[in-house]
Nanobody
Framework: QVQLVESGGGSVQAGGSLRLSCAAS????????LGWFRQAPGKEREGVAV??????TRYADSVKGRFTISKDNDKNIALQLSSLKPGDTAMYYC??????????????????????WGQGTQVTVSS
């Protein structure tokens, strides 16, 4: 079991920045692959970024160059959101596949590849 808790969401104007954090606890050996997803009202959950045990990263095209995923330590990851747009408004979730390494689905940012989810943190970007 892995417990994930997100923090750092808030409201900003377009062009602004936010830094989200995800704290993992429990069997964190299962959290060496960690991803970020987001879901806007009425839309499907979208994979945003993923980092594997070796620090390799992958991003959705919609956020490439604006968002950065990083490790705070062995148990926590962060997502730096920059140059925010109103279209980035969503609930942001941290997720772990529950495996030591990223699977094909989790590396491809498919929600079905993730077994553990946090409660989410809201990001609202105004124009």
């Amino acid at each position: 079991q892995v417990q994930l808790v997100e923090s750092g969401g808030g409201s900003v104007q377009a062009g602004g920045s936010l830094r989200l954090s995800c704290a993992a606890s429990g069997h964190t050996y299962s959290a060496y692959c960690l991803g970020w997803f987001r879901q806007a009202p009425g839309k499907e959950r979208e994979g945003v970024a993923v980092m594997d045990f070796n620090g390799n990263t992958r991003y959705a095209d919609s956020v490439k160059g604006r968002f950065t995923i990083s490790k705070d330590n062995d148990k926590n990851i962060a997502l730096q959101l920059s140059s925010l747009k109103p279209g980035d408004t969503a609930m942001y979730y941290c997720a772990a596949p529950g495996t030591h390494f990223c699977t094909s689905d989790s590396w491809s940012l498919r929600a079905r590849g993730y077994a553990y989810w946090g409660q989410g943190t809201q990001v609202t970007v105004s124009s």
